[in-house]
């Protein structure tokens, strides 16, 4: 399985595409490509945006979010766009709540 980690540049934490998302720290996203990794990770994090308001997710954007191939095997089995975030034992990572919920329901839509 292929995960890429996805960390926030330092120094961009007030750029106004961060407005578009409810979390700004490192996570890991099962995703064939970086490009397909960057997306999951928005959807995951999304807020609304304001009305009129055509920015994009900073997860999107290489210049606010840097991206590094990672490969796992400790947690195989998990669908493509399970999103992760760091556990307080960090540099772990583990599926989030809402995430954890999901694969209990049988629910392989991510």
Sequence with gaps: MRFFELRPVEGTETHPEWQLSDYRGPCRVAATDEKSAREYAAKEFATA???GWSATSA?????LVRAILVES?????????????PTKGYPDFAPSRKVRRRISEGDDEI
């Design 49 to 51: 945006a304001p009305r």
């Design 59 to 63: 997860w999107n954007n290489p210049e």
């Design 73 to 85: 095997g400790a947690l195989p089995g998990l669908p493509l766009g399970t999103v992760l975030t």
